[in-house]
C-alpha cells in the first residue's frame, strides 16, 4: 500500500513540471469555457503536454519469393500469399509450383517455424498451426539431405478470436 502513495507523490510532483498553463471559466448558464489567455473569472489549470512519438523509417524489405537454384530449380510459393492473414483456420495448406520437375532421388522440404515436412508433392497441409505470425520456407533436397534449391522465406499469419461463453442466468427463486 505504502508503493501506491510513493507513485502518487511521485506523479503529483512530475506532472507539474510538463505542464502548459490553460485557463478555465465558468459561465454563468453553466457552461465551460478554455482558453490560452486569462479572462475575467478564470482560473488557471495545468495540462500536461502529450508524449508523442516519432518512429524511424526503415528501408522496405523485399525478397523474391522464387529463387533459381545452381541445380537449375525454380520454386515460388503460391500458396498461402505473402503477408496473407487467416481468421479462424487451424490448418495451413502450402503449395507450390517447382520448374523442372522433381527429380526422383530429389525431396521437397516444407518449413514452418522449425516444423518440417518431407514428401514429393507440391502441396502439404500443416495441421493445428498458432496463431501469430510464421515464417515458412520451402527447398528441394537432394538424397543426402543437402538443399539443391530453395525459397526466400515467407510470412503468414493467424488470428483466431476468442469469444468467452455466456454464463446462464441464475433461475430466480
Known amino acids: 500500500m505504502n508503493k501506491i502513495y510513493v507513485y502518487i507523490i511521485a506523479l503529483m510532483i512530475v506532472l507539474p513540471l510538463s505542464a502548459e498553463i490553460v485557463y478555465k471559466k ?3 448558464d453553466g457552461s465551460v469555457e478554455f482558453t490560452d489567455r486569462e ?5 488557471e489549470i495545468k495540462v500536461r ?3 508523442t512519438y516519432k518512429p524511424l523509417r526503415l528501408p522496405p524489405l523485399s525478397r523474391p519469393r522464387t529463387k533459381k537454384s545452381a541445380a537449375g530449380y525454380s520454386i515460388s510459393i503460391t500458396q498461402p500469399i505473402a ?5 479462424n483456420k487451424t490448418d495451413v495448406q502450402v ?3 517447382l520448374v523442372p520437375a522433381l527429380s526422383p532421388a530429389y525431396k521437397i522440404r516444407y518449413q514452418l517455424d522449425g516444423q518440417l515436412i518431407e514428401n514429393k508433392s507440391t502441396s502439404t497441409i500443416f495441421r493445428n498451426v498458432n496463431r501469430g505470425t510464421h515464417n515458412l520456407s520451402v527447398s528441394v533436397i537432394d538424397s543426402n539431405g543437402s538443399v539443391v534449391g530453395e525459397t526466400a522465406s515467407s ?7 476468442f469469444k468467452k461463453p455466456s ?3 441464475p433461475k430466480k427463486p
Open 26 to 28: 465558468v459561465n454563468p
Open 83 to 87: 503477408d496473407a492473414t487467416f481468421t
Open 167 to 169: 454464463q446462464p442466468k
Open 155 to 161: 510470412t503468414f499469419h493467424m488470428k483466431r478470436f
Open 95 to 97: 503449395a507450390i509450383t
Open 39 to 43: 479572462i475575467k473569472n478564470s482560473k
Open 49 to 51: 503536454k502529450p508524449v
